[in-house]
C-alpha cells in the first residue's frame, strides 16, 4: 500500500500569512494526488486535483504543486475561513489513500 | 443538484452486522464511480472501498477487506455497503463519495452516517 506523509501535523499563522503544507508518498504516485479542506462537522472538499489543478469555484489563493513523491499545498494569504484541516490523498494505486492531515489554526 | 443521502448508521455490538445505504440523485448515477470514506471520532480520513460504475471495478482498505462488502443498484440510483463481523475500530462517521471524473478523485460527498460499535 501507499503511505501518504503529510507535514506538519498541525500549524498557527497569521490572517495574510503564506502557508505550506507538504506531503510525501512512499512511492512515485506521478501527479495522482488530490488535497481537501474539512471543516468541523463538515464532509471534505475537493481544493486541488491532479496535484495542481484548481477546482471549480476555489479561491485562487489556494495552489499546489509536485510530482512523483514530493508535493506542496500552499494557501498565499491565510484568511480566517481557512482554518480547517486539509489532507493530501493519493489514487494512484485505489482505494486511494489519505495523509494525516494539517490542522491550520489561526495566530 | 448532486444529493448524496446515507443511512443505515447506529450502535452494533462487536462482531455485529450493518447495512449502509446511500442515496443519490442529481446525476447520471450509473456513469460515475463510487466511494465509502470513514473517519473516526478526531481522526482522519480512511478510504474504505470503491466500486466502478458498471460494479467491473471493486476496491477495498486492508483493515476491512473479507468483512465489508461494497455493491450498487444503478436501477435504483444507490450504493451500498455490507459490514460484517464488526470491530470497535470500525467506529467512525461513514461518507457516501462520488468520484469527480477519474476514479479516485471525490468532488461530492454526502453528510455521512455515524456508525458505533459497542458491547
Known amino acids: 500500500d501507499i503511505q501518504m506523509t503529510q507535514s506538519p501535523s498541525s500549524l498557527s499563522a497569521s490572517v495574510g500569512d503564506r502557508v505550506t503544507i507538504t506531503c510525501q508518498a512512499s512511492q512515485d504516485i506521478s501527479n495522482y494526488l488530490n488535497w481537501y479542506q474539512q471543516k468541523p462537522g463538515k464532509a471534505p472538499k475537493l481544493l486541488i486535483y491532479?496535484?495542481?489543478n484548481l477546482e471549480t469555484g476555489v479561491p485562487s489563493r489556494f495552489s499546489g504543486s509536485g510530482s512523483g513523491t514530493d508535493f506542496t499545498f500552499t494557501i498565499s494569504s491565510l484568511q480566517p475561513e481557512d482554518i480547517a484541516t486539509y489532507y493530501c490523498q493519493q489514487y494512484d494505486n485505489l482505494p486511494g489513500t489519505f495523509g494525516g492531515g494539517t490542522k491550520v489554526e489561526i495566530k | 443538484e448532486v444529493q448524496l443521502v446515507e443511512s443505515g448508521g447506529g450502535l452494533v455490538k462487536p462482531g455485529g452486522s450493518l447495512r449502509l445505504s446511500c442515496a443519490a440523485s442529481?446525476?447520471?448515477?450509473?456513469?460515475?464511480?463510487m466511494n465509502w470514506v470513514r473517519q473516526a471520532p478526531g481522526k482522519g480520513l480512511e478510504w474504505v472501498s470503491s466500486i466502478s460504475s458498471s460494479s467491473s471495478y471493486i476496491y477495498y482498505a486492508d483493515s476491512v477487506k473479507g468483512r465489508f462488502t461494497i455493491s450498487r443498484d444503478n436501477a435504483k440510483n444507490s450504493l451500498y455497503l455490507q459490514m460484517n463481523s464488526l470491530r470497535a475500530e470500525d467506529t467512525a462517521v461513514y461518507y457516501c463519495?462520488?468520484?469527480?471524473?477519474?476514479?479516485?478523485?471525490?468532488?461530492?460527498w454526502g453528510q455521512g452516517t455515524l456508525v458505533t460499535v459497542s458491547s
Open positions: 442529481g446525476f447520471t448515477f450509473s456513469s460515475y464511480s
Open positions: 463519495a462520488r468520484d469527480r471524473a477519474v476514479a479516485g478523485t471525490v468532488n461530492y
Open positions: 491532479d496535484a495542481s
